[in-house]
């Protein structure tokens, strides 16, 4: 597609129930990005793909926080026995993995727990 | 793992003035270092970037300057305008295939007072 795509755009769910994020990266973006933005907060990072492979998921807040991708496209972040402390905009970032390092984001799956 | 921290948080300037931001990076490996200006409401975008081979980069009214010694690199907005309004994040990166993570700091909300 023309630039980073992510599903669904808002999500609201009840504290306990497991989520499922997706995130469709740039055709041809090898390397991918999961970050978590709180109200008035930064970037914090949570997992990075090359490829399928995860080289780092240090971020990863909890073990109730996963993700995968397949294909070398399409990732799926999942929360799992959602808390209030999990809402926050997800964003997803793809970039090449040549020396244009440029990462680009989409808009953002906002998650509100209640 | 990295670490870039960001200073100041905000930043008020009447228009037409400058406003600079500064970061900092731990890892000396790190050789990739882009800027991205958030609007409300609106997925973070790349404005500038710079790399270590290079001690400042321009573009119009923005630059980036580099001390690698120091491990610190500044963003440079010059003759600001209400439309600079947003939150700049830096951020760091090792810049090679399989290692491109990168790395943000906390942010910086300019408010540009017309």
């Known amino acids: 597609g023309a630039g980073v795509s992510q599903s669904p755009s808002n999500k609201v769910t009840e504290k306990g129930k497991d989520v499922e994020l997706r995130c469709d990266p740039i055709?041809?973006?090898?390397?991918l990005y999961w970050y978590r933005q709180s109200l008035g907060q930064g970037l914090e990072f949570l997992i990075y793909?090359?490829?399928?492979?995860?080289?780092?998921k240090s971020g990863l807040p909890s073990d109730r926080f996963s993700a995968e991708r397949t294909g070398g496209s399409v990732s799926t972040l999942t929360i799992q026995r959602t808390q209030q402390e999990d809402s926050a905009v997800y964003l997803c970032?793809?970039?090449?993995?040549?020396?244009?390092?440029?990462?680009?984001f989409g808009q953002g799956t906002r998650l509100t727990v209640v | 793992g990295e670490n870039v921290e960001q200073h100041p948080s905000t930043l008020s300037v009447q228009e037409g003035d400058s406003a600079v931001i500064k970061c900092t990076y731990s890892?000396?490996?790190?050789?990739?270092f882009p800027w991205y200006k958030q609007e409300l409401g609106k997925r973070p975008q790349l404005i500038i970037d710079i790399r270590s081979n290079v001690g400042e980069k321009k573009d119009q009214r923005i630059a980036v300057t580099l001390n690698k010694t120091a491990k610190h690199f500044s963003l440079h907005i010059t003759e600001t305008q209400p439309e600079d309004s947003a939150v700049y994040f830096c951020?760091?990166?090792?810049?090679?295939?399989?290692?491109?993570?990168?790395?943000f700091g906390t942010g910086t909300r300019l408010t540009v007072i017309p």
């Open positions: 793909f090359q490829g399928n492979s995860a080289p780092d």
């Open positions: 890892d000396s490996a790190s050789n990739y």
């Open positions: 951020a760091a990166s090792l810049g090679r295939t399989g290692a491109n993570n990168l790395f």
């Open positions: 970032a793809s970039s090449l993995t040549s020396l244009s390092t440029e990462a680009f």
């Open positions: 055709s041809g973006h090898t390397a």
